[in-house]
């Protein structure tokens, strides 16, 4: 009797007959019913999200259009409706703070440089140097212009400056020099050399261990305490010094998930193919890395923004500032809910158009789970 031949691998698991094919599944939408009034605690909350709506949306029409005042003075203004005159009235102020009104041309113009530099940046196709040498020029243009005294243009102290263009000046100068600054501390953190890795934990950690008010209030009231006699340092200066390195520590952060995410594999392919850690870095490790953070650095990014609101401590006037020190007029009724609305869309603009466009560019690269 001889023994049975056992089963190969390939009669085990290759597969010899083809499989007919199968209908893609359905998909499946939920109806707007069945997503308001699934289940009972769906329902409950619908219906009372419902009643505050029938509640608080009738009032709100009446307070801000049907007895809202668009014109007059601030005696117009008796607080039964919206005073958007004030608005009307006061909205330079708000936008350019206590900039001269005869020069409020600059900043406007200040404004309209970011603008057509963030709308041009917005494709990947303009990625280039040229784009680079363009945000820096503009940078420059746009300090000039605020600045003065160059080009026959009256000069302006940094602290007249305010609003929406101290916004845009301190958010671009603190994205710009902080992101360099970001990578060399998480390339650092990631270093096998350990003093780069202790010295550039070392940073991160204790910026990322202070509230950015406690580093601003350094840069305003010690820093001037531990310089020599006679020697000062602009309050613009300080403010974007302490955004900057605040900046770098939480970008940083972000960065080093992105780092730690890149397969071993891609460095060590690039060395196999003979790059340098340079050329590594730059064309393949870095690309990678950003690709793979995009949504926490956007986060990081709206979060700075709206961090600018707090350099009133440094004695700069920026957008909310700005709508603060128009409020002190004795001549209006002091109508805080229409300014911190006006105030509140314009930050609402920005952040929101930040979301979008890298919730685009999320997809468009292609990287992590279709969301």
């Given at each position: 009797m001889t023994d049975a031949v056992p089963p190969t691998v390939a009669d085990v698991?290759?597969?010899?007959?083809?499989?007919?094919?199968?209908p893609a599944p359905k998909l499946r939408r939920a109806s707007l019913l069945g997503a308001l009034f699934g289940d009972a605690a769906t329902a409950a909350a619908s219906l009372l999200i419902g009643a505050m709506l029938l509640v608080a949306v009738p009032k709100l029409l009446a307070w801000g259009v049907l007895n809202g005042v668009w014109s007059g003075d601030g005696e117009a203004c008796t607080g039964v409706g919206a005073c958007w005159a004030f608005l009307?009235?006061?909205?330079?102020?708000?936008?350019?703070?206590?900039?001269p009104p005869a020069e409020q041309w600059r900043p406007v113009l200040v404004v309209a440089v970011f603008l057509a530099l963030a709308l041009?940046?917005?494709p990947p196709r303009n990625w280039t140097r040229a784009t680079l040498a363009a945000w820096f020029v503009g940078a420059l243009a746009a300090l000039v212009l605020m600045g003065?005294?160059?080009?026959?243009?009256?000069?302006?102290?940094?602290?007249?400056?305010?609003?929406?263009?101290?916004?845009?000046?301190?958010?671009?100068?603190?994205?710009?020099?902080?992101?360099?600054?970001?990578?060399?501390?998480?390339?650092?953190?990631?270093?096998t050399l350990p003093v780069t890795r202790?010295?550039?934990?070392?940073?991160?950690?204790?910026?990322?261990?202070?509230?950015?008010?406690?580093?601003?209030?350094?840069?305003s009231i010690m820093l001037p305490l531990m310089l020599p006699d006679g020697v000062t340092v602009d309050k613009l200066l300080r403010a974007i010094v302490a955004l900057t390195v605040f900046s770098a520590a939480y970008i940083a952060e972000v960065l080093r998930g992105g780092l730690q995410a890149?397969?071993?594999?891609?460095?060590?392919?690039?060395?196999?193919?003979?790059l340098n850690w340079l050329q590594t870095t730059w064309l393949i490790v870095l690309p990678q890395a950003l690709g793979k953070?995009?949504?926490?650095?956007?986060?990081?990014?709206?979060?700075?923004v709206k961090n600018t609101s707090l350099v009133l401590v440094v004695g700069l006037f920026d957008l909310l500032s700005s709508g603060r020190a128009a409020l002190a007029d004795p001549a209006w009724p002091a109508p805080y809910a229409e300014t911190y609305l006006f105030i509140a869309l314009i930050y609402f603009v920005i952040c929101f158009g930040?979301?979008?466009?890298?919730?685009?560019?999320?997809?468009?690269?292609?990287?992590g789970a279709a969301r």
């Open positions: 698991f290759v597969r010899t007959e083809t499989l007919a094919g199968r009307r009235e006061k909205h330079p102020q708000i936008l350019f703070g206590i900039y041009w940046s917005l003065g005294g160059l080009f026959g243009l009256e000069a302006v102290p940094t602290s007249d400056w305010g609003g929406l263009p101290m916004t845009l000046l301190l958010t671009v100068a603190s994205l710009g020099l902080g992101f360099p600054l970001a990578v060399v501390l998480a390339l650092g953190r990631q270093s202790v010295v550039c934990v070392t940073i991160i950690e204790v910026v990322r261990g202070l509230p950015l008010l406690s580093i601003l209030f350094v840069a890149l397969p071993p594999g891609q460095t060590e392919a690039a060395r196999a193919l003979g953070v995009i949504p926490p650095l956007t986060n990081t990014v709206v979060v700075i930040i979301s979008r466009y890298a919730l685009w560019l999320e997809r468009r690269m292609s990287f």
